[in-house]
């Protein structure tokens, strides 16, 4: 009996794997490999299964790497490619450089202050991320919050929304705490004898942060980069709805590519390139992590 529970338990976590995983990974892979056609579906080749086996080797043939050779030619995907993992890798700086004393300041607080500051962090995940994104459009537009308090104070106003600032702002806002919780988890552990040692042997308050504290954030900073950078440089809420025309990410090309041009294998082309970016940094990590438990 417990082992059927045991097998069940391991076949679970793989089956769910096979079907939301690979299972689509599968059929995007397929569709990267196509041609795009005028018909419906808008891609060729399909399996003829009334054919058997030669339907099967006709479809196998008639698959190619046409569509990826066309992004390696077309500048606007290259472009796209490079200013998403630019755009990405700048916001998760500014969200280090944002997140970290956000975390650290509450991780030194007294536990009741502590959980108060934790779920002030979690409470915009309670409103829809819609509304949090047509609120930041109605600060930043020419005619908005921004502008008119600047007004008032006798400052010029700025022109922001449109812009790759408007697009960094977006994604520092909506990711943020996805930086400040895995640092706060990994600081709020940290045994406080620690700092006390550093400082009997000498050091002074900064280098006991520089040499003990932050030495044992590094994990929490670097989960939180790849929770960041991740999502980040696939985004296409924020800059469709932040950025101007020419702010170029992958995200947006997607959905450019499979909803107005139609061009399903040039999507799922850009799709397969940019999850096999984000999946080096993430096998990186895990085996620099593998690195560190041995």
């Known amino acids: 009996m417990s082992g059927g529970r045991s ?3 391991a076949i679970l976590p793989l089956l769910w794997v096979a079907v939301f995983f690979a299972f689509p990974f599968a059929l995007v892979a397929k569709l990267s490999l196509s041609d795009s056609v005028l018909a419906m579906p808008p891609y060729a080749p399909r399996i003829d299964w009334s054919q058997g086996f030669e339907g099967v080797r006709a479809f196998l043939a008639g698959l190619d790497g046409e569509t990826y050779a066309r992004l390696v030619k ?3 995907y290259l472009d796209a490619y490079l200013s998403s993992l630019r755009l990405a ?3 998760t700086g500014l969200l280090l450089l944002i997140g970290y004393p956000i975390a650290y300041g509450i991780a030194r607080c007294r536990p009741g ?20 994104i047509y609120a930041w459009i ?7 919050v921004l502008n008119a308090a600047l007004g008032a104070l006798g400052l010029p106003p700025v022109d922001i929304l449109n812009t790759e600032t408007a697009v960094l702002l977006g994604l520092v806002y909506a990711y943020l705490p996805f ?31 520089w040499r003990v504290t932050l030495p044992i954030s590094i994990p929490g900073a670097a989960a939180g980069a790849l929770l960041c950078f991740i999502p980040m440089a696939g985004e296409f809420v924020i800059p469709d709805l932040m950025g101007g025309s020419e702010t170029l990410m992958l995200g947006r090309v997607i959905w450019t590519e499979f909803f107005a041009n139609r061009d399903w294998p040039a999507a799922s082309a850009v799709a397969i390139v940019l999850l096999a970016t984000l999946i080096v940094p993430i096998l990186l990590f895990e085996r620099q992590q593998s690195k560190v438990l041995k």
């Open 113 to 132: 202050v502590r959980e108060a500051l934790v779920m002030a962090v979690i409470l915009p995940f309670w409103t829809s991320f819609l509304i949090r």
């Open 179 to 209: 930086m400040v919780l895995p640092l706060y988890a990994v600081l709020e552990r940290q045994d406080e004898s620690l700092i006390e040692a550093a400082q009997d042997l000498g050091a002074t308050p900064l280098q006991a942060f």
């Open 89 to 91: 890798a700048t916001g």
């Open 74 to 76: 077309d500048r606007l």
């Open 138 to 144: 109605a600060i930043l537009k020419p005619a908005g």
């Open 7 to 9: 097998r069940l338990a």
